[in-house]
């Protein structure tokens, strides 16, 4: 991950910490803010009164919370709880949105931790209100389009790109290091042996650990892996052998199955928003 300079480390540290003033200081019901983050960029642990929309129009976002983590690729969102505490890294460059809603504020409460797909209009209603943001306060249009926003994000689809990590320390370190390098031969026996257990134990207690099966787990560990490479530009056959599939097809219908459409189209989508 690319290591960015001191002074401009310090210059994104100050600026989120201004939003998070700006967010506490506020009384408004909902709120809208935009901001531009490089690769490598990311905001420790911090949280919010409000509910949290958290948008990737550009770029690839990983949210860590001690529930878990979330991967966020191009045109997707991940909604937050609020004074959940989540720290945020930019797997490539960002362009990121968040829509602040206070707790209660619509049916939101069973959605939440969920990734979500963004709509069209979901995605022109928050371009519209960061563009209004300075307007008089009661201004029609603004108010308006806040409202509308509010009823959109509730029938925003989920998209399963949740990616839960154990607590154990040893096992959340194997975790780590396949999501770096996922290895089309990596197999459960190896991980077992890596921490001294039969397949067996080694069986329950990934379950106990992540709520899934190995094989489900690393499936998805590997469909984080490649989302940044594939937003950077990387051919579908190299993110698939990447992956561990041993063909383009196999790894297309994992990719559509997860995302709903296949690789090219997906990146040929959010390119184009």
């Known amino acids: 991950m690319k290591t960015l300079p001191r002074q401009r480390l310090e210059a994104l540290d100050e600026q989120h910490r201004r939003n998070l003033g700006w967010i506490a200081r506020s009384?408004?019901?909902?709120?809208?803010?935009?901001?531009?983050?490089?690769?490598?960029?990311?905001?420790?642990?911090?949280?919010?009164?409000?509910d949290q929309l958290?948008?990737?129009?550009?770029?690839?976002?990983?949210v860590e919370t001690e529930r878990g983590c979330w991967m966020i690729p191009p045109g997707h969102a991940l909604l937050i709880p609020a004074q959940l505490q989540h720290a945020v890294e930019m797997l490539s460059a960002v362009d990121m949105k968040s829509v602040y809603l206070l707790p209660g504020l619509g049916d939101l409460a069973g959605r939440m931790l969920q990734v979500l797909g963004v709509t069209d209009l979901a995605r022109a209603l928050i371009g519209e209100a960061i563009r209004l943001r300075d307007a008089a306060p009661g201004t029609r249009k603004a108010v308006l389009v806040l409202e509308l926003?509010?009823?959109?994000?509730?029938?925003?689809?989920?998209?399963?790109?949740?990616?839960?990590?154990?607590?154990?320390?040893?096992?959340?370190a194997l975790c780590r290091t396949y999501m770096a390098a996922p290895a089309a031969d990596e197999r459960l026996g190896d991980w077992a042996g890596k921490l001294a257990m039969s397949r067996r134990t080694f069986t329950r207690f990934f379950q106990k650990e992540t709520g899934l099966s190995?094989?489900?787990?690393?499936?998805?560990?590997?469909?984080?892996?490649?989302?940044?490479?594939?937003?950077?530009?990387?051919?579908?056959?190299?993110?698939?052998?990447?992956?561990?599939?041993?063909?383009?097809?196999?790894?297309?219908?994992?990719?559509?199955?997860?995302?709903?459409?296949?690789?090219?189209?997906?990146?040929?989508?959010?390119?184009?928003?």
């Open 149 to 172: 926003l509010a009823q959109e994000i509730a029938t925003l689809e989920a998209r399963p790109l949740g990616l839960p990590f154990p607590a154990d320390r040893r096992l959340a």
């Open 54 to 62: 958290l948008c990737a129009f550009a770029g690839v976002v990983l």
């Open 214 to 273: 190995f094989v489900a787990w690393r499936q998805q560990a590997s469909l984080f892996a490649c989302l940044p490479k594939l937003a950077e530009g990387a051919s579908v056959t190299d993110i698939a052998m990447l992956a561990g599939y041993d063909n383009v097809a196999a790894f297309t219908t994992m990719f559509r199955r997860r995302l709903g459409t296949a690789p090219r189209n997906y990146m040929r989508a959010a390119t184009a928003r």
């Open 27 to 50: 009384d408004s019901d909902i709120l809208v803010h935009s901001s531009d983050n490089p690769a490598g960029y990311r905001i420790p642990l911090h949280c919010h009164r409000h």
